[in-house]
């Protein structure tokens, strides 16, 4: 059974603001070559139901949620899991909890932050 991976962000007006997030799905992109990837926005872009349903149009049977962002607000908690229930696609799907809430990414963060500069 195919597997896919829907990254959801906030969103921007800005299109420069898509771009990390564009790179982050390429790259998982060819981690994952035998995985579905798309890449969704709350705000301004692809909608998480857009994204969900491509995905199931490629014939994907199950579908992961991770949600860009560092913690778990209503956006996580309320707003992706209606939207999951409403987009209603047909296959099972789980939502993630928020990458920034997993020890790795924030070790990285740390020490991208502590380099010199």
């Known amino acids: 059974m195919k597997q896919g991976i829907?990254?959801?962000a906030h969103g921007s007006r800005d299109?420069?603001?898509s771009r990390p997030f564009e790179r982050l799905a390429a790259a998982l992109e060819k981690k994952l070559p035998a995985t579905a990837v798309a890449l969704s926005y709350l705000e301004h872009g692809p909608s998480l139901e857009e994204a969900l349903l491509a995905l199931v149009a490629k014939g994907v049977g199950a579908i992961r949620v991770v949600p860009l962002f560092?913690?778990?607000g209503g956006h996580v908690k309320q707003d992706i899991p209606g939207l999951v229930a409403a987009a209603n696609p047909g296959v099972p799907v789980t939502?993630?909890?928020p990458i920034g809430e997993q020890d790795q990414v924030l070790e990285a963060i740390a020490e991208g932050i502590a380099a010199p500069r």
Do not use: Y
């Open 70 to 72: 560092l913690g778990a």
């Open 95 to 97: 939502v993630d909890t």
């Open 6 to 8: 829907v990254l959801v």
């Open 15 to 17: 299109p420069e603001w």
